[in-house]
């Protein structure tokens, strides 16, 4: 894991046993759920929570305490929180790294959640593929409760909370909240329009309160420095801090913690180590298939909500996957159309129809069939699927399209117009030869080639028919010696 | 039936009310290695949940299996980490030397392959995971070996 540079959410990573609650206590944990509960009203919990400025970090900036203030005060009764641990987003592992390395702070920040805006019941969301945070959190909340800081009459107190952990069952569409809230209780996770939205009607009809692992986890930390703390870090609108997950082609992957603020450049290169050997940055991709690129010109642009946004880009999940001059954006495009389209629910039509075509498109460039027509198509599709598609999934489906085909026009004009990919990644553009002089003749190409397209003798030099060859790059993956060249 | 005490033994943990659908279909999934027809059809009267909508969740989520499953579970992480690091090529290598698509098992019974989204190991790309194994920057010559070493009878 990277340095660490500012830890509030990552404060305890590494740092503590997370299968032990004396542990988080040992480091200061469960005092916040103490004072509030003994010192505050939930009224001023709430005050704290707003006054902090902090903002949801799953994805759509909202205010916390705005948003907990809607369901305090929406009729109805019971209430319910919930803590989406879904990280749906490839290339995204903040969260699990929460829930995994300190289950503690999520169950504190809830339960002071639902102090704050009177629930009783919580429910964590823990996505199919993180079977390990899953175990940790039930364990945790078993801790909490022989402890006293679950349960009933939480230390002594009249409030009374508890949690039950649903592990997910492999739908990306869950990390939408509509659909999330059906997936608890026990339908198919598809989403519904909004409004209302859950803090008026979420789980069961009744007011539900929705922030993701993060946003949780700096619930404690306010409690504990108070809103004011909270806020002088960060910027104007944007309070806090911010973990990434930075990843892609950079030579220190792993989790970073920095003030809201801190240049885009610094999280790459100072604390991502910079590009893995040494080549060009490209661009950038945030927050996954909903999210954008962006490019080395916004490599100064400040990690905050406001300034992602008006890049084209999306703060959201916090996955930073770094892309350098071996990546093709038109084959990155396509990669996410593909994700998109295998999770769509297949409710709306919008969604359901527009991944499909843009998927077919897009595959299309790749391959070498695709038009100039074709990127005007894409642009006119994405813009109905932006403005009609049902939730946040075929929404921003989008972003990655128009965001390459914004700043990387010029590469897909090469695959369109010279049917070439200048990043030498789509398979069906490129020529792959045989260098004699490197050659070892080892016959690793040959034995991996399923048509026969090699031939040679053993420590000669192997030559590929390129009338048989049908592209598929094995002969390169397996070469050693870094004989197979690629053109485009 | 093929087996009522290991079922009873699931239903046994919950309330039986609508909402523990997923929960106990994700148990037997996990004790049965796939969602047996019978065991739904107890599931679906016991839960009071109509037999269709039982089906409609087992078929939505990836996560269930209405045939059974591989002894081993191969997942090749299609992230986007992974897709730069030569995950399709991956995938295709680990699909020619089994022998079967995603979603598909071998004749013998020994392994199932899926593509998962993303498994959160991005700083190993690409990653192949056997069951609860992880193996990070596989190269498409290593996968045999990784194979090789669950092949053996048990």
Not at chain 1, 196 to 214: D, K, M, S
Not at chain 1, 303 to 328: H, K, P
Not at chain 2, 55 to 67: D, I, N, P, W
């Amino acid at each position: 894991m990277s340095k660490i540079e500012f830890p509030l959410v990552t404060r305890n990573l590494g740092a503590i046993d997370p299968e032990s609650l004396e542990a988080y206590a040992a480091v200061g944990g469960y005092a916040s759920l103490k004072r509030a509960l003994t010192e505050m009203t939930s009224e001023a919990v709430l005050e704290a929570v707003d006054k902090s400025g902090l903002r949801g970090r799953g994805g759509g900036g909202f205010p916390t305490g705005r948003k907990w203030r809607f369901c305090r005060e929406a009729p109805g009764e019971p209430k319910f929180i919930i803590c989406n641990g879904s990280e749906g987003d490839p290339g995204a592992f903040l969260d699990r790294a929460v829930m995994e390395g300190d289950p503690h702070a999520i169950v504190e920040g809830m339960a002071i959640g639902a102090y704050a805006i009177g629930a009783g019941q919580g429910f964590i969301y823990v996505g199919h593929e993180y079977p390990l945070a899953a175990t940790r959190l039930r364990q945790a909340i078993a801790q909490a409760k022989e402890k006293g800081f679950l349960g009933e009459k939480i230390l002594g107190t009249p409030f009374s909370f508890d949690i039950q952990v649903r592990r997910g069952a492999g739908a990306y569409v869950c990390g939408e909240e509509t659909a999330l809230i059906n997936f608890i209780q026990g339908t198919i996770g598809e989403p519904r329009n909004r409004p209302p939205y859950p803090p008026q009607q979420g789980l069961w009809g009744q007011p539900t309160i929705i922030n993701n692992v993060e946003t949780w986890a700096n619930v404690p930390v306010i409690i504990d420095k108070g809103a004011a703390w909270f806020a002088a870090i960060g910027t104007k609108n944007s309070k806090g801090t911010k973990v990434f997950s930075v990843a892609g082609r950079v030579k220190k992957p792993g989790i970073v913690e920095v003030p809201m603020g801190t240049p885009l450049r610094q999280v790459i290169f100072d604390l991502g180590g910079g590009i893995k050997r040494d080549r060009e940055f490209k661009a950038v991709l945030t927050s996954g298939p909903g999210g954008g690129v962006l490019p080395r010109q916004f490599l100064d642009i400040p990690v905050e909500f406001e300034s992602f946004q008006a890049a084209g880009a999306n703060l959201g999940s916090g996955s930073m996957v770094v892309m350098d001059e071996g990546c093709c954006m038109v084959d990155v495009a396509r990669y996410f159309l593909e994700f998109s389209h295998d999770e769509s629910c297949g409710k709306c039509t919008p969604c359901r129809e527009g991944t499909k075509q843009l998927l077919k498109i897009l595959t299309g460039i790749t391959q070498g069939n695709g038009t100039e027509e074709d990127l005007a198509l894409m642009e006119e599709l994405c813009a109905t699927m932006a403005a009609a598609s049902l939730c946040g999934l075929g929404q921003s489906a989008v972003n990655p399209v128009l965001s390459t085909l914004k700043y990387f026009r010029e590469e897909y004009e090469a695959h369109v117009r010279d049917k070439k990919c200048p990043a030498l990644v789509c398979r069906p553009l490129l020529t792959y030869t045989v260098d004699p002089e490197t050659c070892t003749g080892c016959l690793a190409c040959l034995r991996e080639c399923q048509v026969g397209a090699i031939t040679g003798d053993v420590e000669e030099p192997q030559e590929i028919d390129q009338e048989l060859c049908i592209k598929c790059g094995m002969c390169h993956a397996v070469c050693k010696f870094d004989a197979v060249k690629v053109e485009s | 039936m093929t087996d009522p005490e290991r079922l009873e033994t699931i239903l046994s943990r919950y309330e039986g009310v609508a909402a523990d659908l997923i929960p106990v279909l994700q148990d037997i999934q996990d004790e049965f290695n796939y969602l047996p027809k019978d065991e739904l059809k107890i599931v679906a009267g016991r839960l009071n949940v109509p037999l269709t909508q039982v089906y409609s969740v087992a078929t939505f989520y990836k996560g269930f299996a209405l045939e059974p499953r591989g002894v081993h579970h191969v997942q090749v992480c299609r992230g986007t980490t992974c897709h730069l690091h030569g995950g399709t090529r991956l995938a295709e290598g680990v699909v020619r030397r089994l022998g079967i698509e995603p979603g598909q098992t071998t004749p013998d019974g020994q392994f199932s392959l899926e593509t998962v989204k993303c498994v959160g190991k991005c700083g190993a790309a690409p990653v192949l995971a056997v069951d609860a194994d992880y193996f990070g920057e596989v190269g498409v010559d290593g996968v045999t070996r990784i194979l090789r070493t669950y092949r053996k009878p048990k």
